[in-house]
């Protein structure tokens, strides 16, 4: 590790997803990078068990679409270089989605949206109708008998994903620390009570945090595709385990509380998958998610105060948005040069 007095570049307070991934490309720029913070690394919303990495419906494109494809497209070097640095496995594989058809209607929607993805996607994958018979054991119920299954659909164990990047940063010489003064260019990467701050520090609303509880569970279907119904995601990991979530719950007294609404995840991840029906429980989770107003991830200089930068409200996609939103904040912090998307700044919140 760095030494106290050693000189610092960048300071990055938080240890979350986008933390540690600005501070990974800022070190592999050759800035000297220390990361600060006091519940130390992936304790926050990205200490999570879900992890899906899903783009967004290939219509209406925008910056904000164009953004997350780049990003997502990023993602299988982006990791492979943070394992093979630090030797261990963020559990990504790009194993892509389920989904299913609820109708005809339905059916010509999802047809739609595949010559969509032909062309918005670049030819980098693919947004397909397919039969659910044709789609393995580990599908969904369809009451059509339709799925519609996309090839750009990852997914990453949150927990694995911060211990790698930890694991990198460390093996580069990084200095982690629970309290340090600040040092050279500050990146705030605070999560949901980071909002708040920005919030009343600018006398303004920014952003809020989003309590999300998903669940755990132990079946084998690590090459299988992951499965999103009715805003549930069911994501089958690497290590054996498949993980369901989540809720979204706007108020809460406890922030790491689980009570019934797991219970509800798991009813309903048992009608949509009846093979999880017989599945052991082995962990439950609670956490808060930032999301600035926009929905949008909240990327760019601290309004007034020079030298500072935020990084933050990656609500639901900021593993999807990392590898990207590293880089544009790395031009940004090092380089002064500012290649982040419209809607994604303080004037959209």
């Not at 694991?167 to 980071?194: I, S």
């Not at 019934?260 to 017989?278: F, N, S, V, Y």
Request: with cysteine; net charge negative; hydrophobic share 45%.
């Amino acid at each position: 590790m760095a030494s106290a007095t050693a000189k610092v570049d960048v300071t990055v307070r938080g240890a979350g997803i986008f933390g540690l991934s600005v501070a990974w490309v800022c070190v592999l720029r050759g800035a000297s990078v220390r990361v600060v913070d006091p519940f130390g690394p992936g304790t926050g919303s990205s200490g999570g068990m879900v992890g899906a990495l899903a783009p967004h419906v290939p219509e209406n494109w925008n910056p904000k679409k164009a953004f997350q494809l780049e990003s997502l497209l990023m993602a299988e070097a982006f990791w492979a270089k943070v394992a093979a640095e630090g030797g261990v496995s963020a559990g990504y594989g790009r194993t892509g989605r389920l989904q299913p058809v609820a109708d005809e209607p339905a059916l010509d929607l999802a047809r739609r949206r595949g010559q969509g993805a032909d062309d918005l996607w670049q030819g980098q994958a693919a947004w397909d109708v397919i039969r659910v018979q044709d789609a393995g054991d580990f599908a969904p119920t369809s009451p059509s008998g339709w799925l519609i299954r996309d090839t750009l659909t990852a997914r990453m164990a949150p927990r694995r994903a911060c211990n790698a990047l930890v694991a990198a940063l460390t093996a580069r010489g990084v200095e982690f620390c629970q309290v340090a003064p600040d040092a050279g260019a500050v990146v705030w990467a605070t999560g949901w009570r980071g909002l708040h701050d920005l919030s009343d520090q600018l006398g303004r609303k920014i952003g809020d945090g989003v309590k999300g509880q998903s669940v755990l569970l132990r079946h084998a279907a690590s090459d299988a595709p992951q499965v999103f119904v009715g805003g549930l995601h069911i994501i089958p990991h690497a290590d054996g385990t498949v993980a369901i979530g989540s809720t979204s719950e706007r108020e809460f007294e406890d922030p790491t509380s689980v009570d019934a609404q797991c219970d509800d995840l798991i009813t309903r991840a048992h009608e949509a998958m009846p093979i999880l029906r017989e599945a052991e429980e082995i962990g439950r989770w609670a956490g808060v998610r930032p999301r600035a107003r926009s929905r949008a991830p909240l990327l760019g200089a601290w309004p007034g105060r020079d030298g500072h930068f935020v990084a933050n409200g990656g609500f639901k996609i900021g593993f999807g948005m990392a590898p990207k939103a590293a880089e544009v904040m790395a031009d940004l912090v090092l380089e002064g040069r500012d290649a982040i998307p419209d809607g994604f700044g303080f004037d959209a919140c």
